[in-house]
């Protein structure tokens, strides 16, 4: 999986949470919120592999703190982590818990989607140090 994309791998959790395949349906939901989990800190990595080599190798808090220091707006900053906050929650098991909707994960997959342009975005504006 080497040459997986944040993109690619969106698109894989947006394909099991649309799928009508009946073997997956129990466990869709926590495949999909690692799918998006795991596209969103791939996206954090190839930000910081361009742009403060190093970083990426450090704490998710760690990453989404520095993020100020880099001039990324703070809404698009607070999202992401906010996002990797409820991403987080939902991957693991809670006994005594529903597991989040099918609305709910496309609204995080959709959140991961944005963040990930948004950083996109600045990296083209910024150059690589």
């Known amino acids: 999986m080497s040459d997986a994309t944040p993109r690619s791998i969106l698109g894989d959790a947006t394909e099991l949470v649309t799928g009508t395949d009946w073997a997956s349906a129990f466990w869709w939901c926590r495949g999909a919120t690692l799918l998006a989990r795991q596209a969103l800190e791939l996206s954090l990595a190839q930000f910081w592999e361009a742009h403060e080599p190093g970083m990426e190798r450090a704490s998710m808090r760690a990453q989404f703190l520095t993020l100020h220091d880099v001039g990324l707006d703070v809404a698009v900053i607070a999202s992401g982590n906010i996002v990797y906050d409820q991403l987080s929650r939902a991957c693991h098991y809670h006994p005594y818990e529903?597991?989040?909707?099918?609305?709910?994960?496309?609204?995080?997959?959709?959140?991961?989607?944005?963040?990930?342009?948004?950083?996109v975005d600045h990296a083209m504006r910024q150059p690589p140090r």
């Open 98 to 119: 529903l597991q989040p909707t099918r609305s709910e994960v496309e609204d995080w997959i959709g959140m991961v989607a944005r963040f990930h342009d948004a950083l």
